[in-house]
């Protein structure tokens, strides 16, 4: 009881606190030289310490750097008089408000934009359609500051103009379609350039999630006299500029006209001439390999200081073979080229979406510039629950899994707050009980400004959590779903964090595939499962099938005739059936003998083979094997932080809240961006879950990572693939 007293107090103080930070008015302030936190707070009249208290990565007495962004709390919510922004916002309405001139136009809604790295307030007012100056109407810090990267900006959203009216020379594009099983990356790679260039020719796609759709048409650039006819026929180089290059070398080294290069590569145009690093679009001639895609190959993008060696050692490959696969190889190793890699090939990597990434280390990763802000909706029906009744409350909890389920995964998400507190990461959290209400859920979201929340976590609700990934996906926030694996909607923003029954089905059938030499498998299925049963026959052609009788029992004679005495008998059980698990476990355990060995398998451990009538005797003698979403947590550094913080030992509940979260904000700490991060980090693994998100075709982001667990010595362990 004393864990739940604690994490309601907990839950009631951050509410306290998110409803302190809804009142309170912030500025910005950019530092110049010789500016002191002394006479930057005199300015705006606080104090030292509430200017420490909102830029954590200050320290009481270090000097300022000129050009940091500092976070300045206004007094009352008042306005600074001497703030440039303040000056320009009072001239701006003064122009605006005598009905001469043209009156600016009112947005129909606003969108959020992460500005990115060398990005321009002229490139993202082209990619939006919209005026700098109305960019920087709802953004007034870009009056007094210059544009940098990871800035969020309120973008308005206006109704159409004339489609007619085009900002490039269409001779130079042309219109590609979609075909089946393409990526954006893999379009993006065949004409060269890159996904942002994609997205802005191309504005009215997604920003939040990669789906394509077969027949679906883009703008992309051409080469000089091709046509739509032959963009299957021409393939492209990536080059990346070094330093003083000149379009004269660029003639000569790739036989092409500066007009030629410039069309393949408006980027040049735009950004003033060749810049060092730019990665430009070649056509190159075809080499007839056979026909290259992303079902026979991976992709890997070669990195700065690279060479020939280290890539055949990271790649298990010689370098002749590379050379086969990538004979632009010959003119030597550059960074920018993608190179072809076998499809089977594994090593010290990460492959998604048939693109090889480097493992990268989150923790080694993290910006601490970057402050990821957090919204928790979680059913914690405080209106139901009397503190002061502890009988009652108790009863309550018990009886109530939402409650249950929403104290566990908060109270193990605060400890992974104060962990990255730890690593130097401040977090902006705000949390809301739902109250298991629909209304209550969408007053929330009317209130709350999304605009520049890096993730929403919850709710567990399937209605309600549809509902915040609707909304939220307007301002392209994404939302985690704790505890469910899918939707029956297509909500392109959701994190499933649970892996599906589907991947671990496939986990457990690929894992006992990799281990088996000549074991003899047998299957029993129940009605239900009879499409498990199916699967299983195609995955393992010659194994044996034994049914159940009418009264849900195994015939010991059929069952003794197929078992084998020359090699280890392999026994899956596909039941959700208590009695079924009791009875063929029983009735395995007394087959074991000197002669006969026999180890029991499932693709699906459910409540079934947990039941009070399971022995655990005979499922450890059966060294009984199956998947699952987490795995046993022992003594580790996360029990003994629960333990201090709530005088208790963490639930399961608790273990997931802590390992999302952590992950979650470990990524957020990397990219400030949930969607950027995934696609750059593989499988992740923390106490007792796994993550590994990828994205569906049609929807959300879904883990595809689990664990394989046995039965050895009466404990239950966890088996490596």
Do not use: C
């Not at 110049?32 to 909102?54: D, P, T």
């Not at 077969?214 to 006299?225: F, V, Y």
């Not at 004979?327 to 492959?351: S, W």
């Amino acid at each position: 009881m004393k864990i739940y007293r604690k994490v309601i107090l907990t839950t009631l103080l951050l509410m306290l606190v998110s409803i302190n930070a809804i009142a309170q008015k912030f500025t910005t302030h950019s530092v110049k030289a010789g500016e002191s936190l002394e006479s930057i707070a005199k300015r705006y009249q606080v104090s030292e310490q509430a200017i420490l208290n909102y830029n954590k990565e200050l320290k009481n007495g270090q000097a300022l750097r000129a050009n940091t962004i500092l976070v300045i709390p206004s007094t009352n919510g008042a306005t600074v008089k001497s703030d440039s922004v303040s000056k320009v916002d009072a001239l701006l309405q003064s122009l605006q408000g005598d009905g001469s001139g043209p009156q600016p136009r009112e947005p129909i809604g606003y969108t959020s934009h992460k500005t990115k790295r060398k990005e321009t307030l002229f490139g993202i007012s082209k990619q939006y359609n919209i005026s700098e100056d109305e960019i920087k109407r709802y953004n007034k810090e870009l009056y007094s500051v210059q544009l940098k990267k990871g800035m969020i900006l309120k973008i308005p959203k206006y109704k159409r103009v004339d489609p007619s009216e085009k900002e490039y020379i269409e001779e130079n594009y042309e219109i590609y379609t979609v075909q089946p099983k393409e990526t954006r990356w893999s379009i993006a790679n065949k004409y060269g350039i890159t996904i942002d260039s994609l997205l802005v020719l191309n504005p009215n796609l997604s920003k939040i999630t990669d789906y394509l759709s077969s027949g679906q048409e883009l703008l992309l650039p051409k080469m000089l006299g091709s046509s739509i006819e032959d963009q299957e026929t021409q393939l492209y180089n990536s080059y990346t500029v070094p330093a003083k290059q000149t379009f004269y070398s660029l003639e000569k080294k790739f036989g092409l006209t500066a007009n030629e290069i410039i069309a393949l590569n408006p980027e040049i145009k735009e950004r003033g001439g060749l810049k060092e690093g730019m990665v430009l679009r070649i056509p190159a001639k075809k080499v007839e390999t056979g026909e290259v895609n992303i079902e026979n190959y991976n992709f890997y993008e070669v990195k700065p200081k690279q060479t020939e060696f280290s890539l055949t050692r990271k790649f298990g490959v010689t370098y002749k073979e590379l050379l086969e696969l990538n004979p632009e190889l010959k003119d030597g190793l550059k960074a920018g080229m993608v190179l072809k890699l076998p499809k089977a090939q594994t090593g010290n990597f990460d492959v998604k979406n048939a693109l090889i990434l480097d493992k990268i280390n989150l923790r080694d990763s993290i910006n601490t510039l970057n402050r990821p802000k957090l919204v928790f909706l979680l059913p914690f029906r405080l209106d139901r629950l009397d503190l002061n009744d502890n009988a009652a409350t108790k009863s309550a909890i018990e009886n109530r899994k939402d409650v249950k389920y929403s104290l566990g995964l908060y109270s193990g998400a605060m400890v992974a707050l104060d962990s990255i507190a730890k690593l130097g990461i401040s977090v902006d959290v705000k949390t809301y009980d739902t109250q298991l209400d629909m209304n209550r859920t969408k007053g929330i979201l009317q209130k709350e400004n999304l605009i520049g929340v890096s993730a929403i976590f919850g709710p567990l609700e399937a209605q309600s959590l549809k509902e915040v990934a609707l909304q939220a996906s307007e301002y392209g926030v994404p939302v985690v779903a704790p505890l469910t694996d899918k939707s029956d909607l297509s909500l392109n923003n959701v994190f499933f964090a649970l892996p599906s029954e589907k991947v671990m089905e496939e986990h457990m059938m690929t894992y006992v595939e990799g281990l088996r030499t000549k074991e003899n498998v047998i299957i029993i299925a129940d009605q239900k499962n009879k499409p498990t049963e199916s699967t299983l026959l195609m995955k393992f052609p010659g194994a044996k099938i034994v049914a159940l009788k009418e009264d849900r029992t195994v015939d010991i004679d059929k069952i003794s005739k197929i078992l084998s005495q020359d090699t280890e008998n392999w026994v899956f059980l596909e039941t959700d059936q208590a009695n079924v698990v009791y009875h063929v476990g029983s009735l395995l355990n007394s087959l074991i003998s000197k002669e006969i060995s026999i180890r029991l398998f499932t693709t699906d451990k459910n409540k079934a083979f947990d039941s009070e009538v399971v022995s655990y005797s005979h499922l450890s003698n059966l060294r009984f094997t199956y998947p699952s979403a987490s795995r046993e947590v022992g003594e580790n550094s996360f029990t003994k932080l629960y333990r201090k913080k709530y005088g208790a030992d963490p639930d399961t509940y608790a273990v997931r809240g802590f390992d999302l979260t952590y992950d979650l904000l470990l990524k957020l700490a990397y990219k400030n961006d949930l969607v950027s991060a995934s696609k750059l980090v593989g499988e992740t693994e923390y106490v007792g879950n796994k993550f590994n998100f990828n994205k569906d075709i049609s929807s959300g982001y879904f883990n595809r990572a689990s664990y394989i667990l046995g039965y050895e010595n009466m404990n239950i362990v966890e088996l490596k693939d």
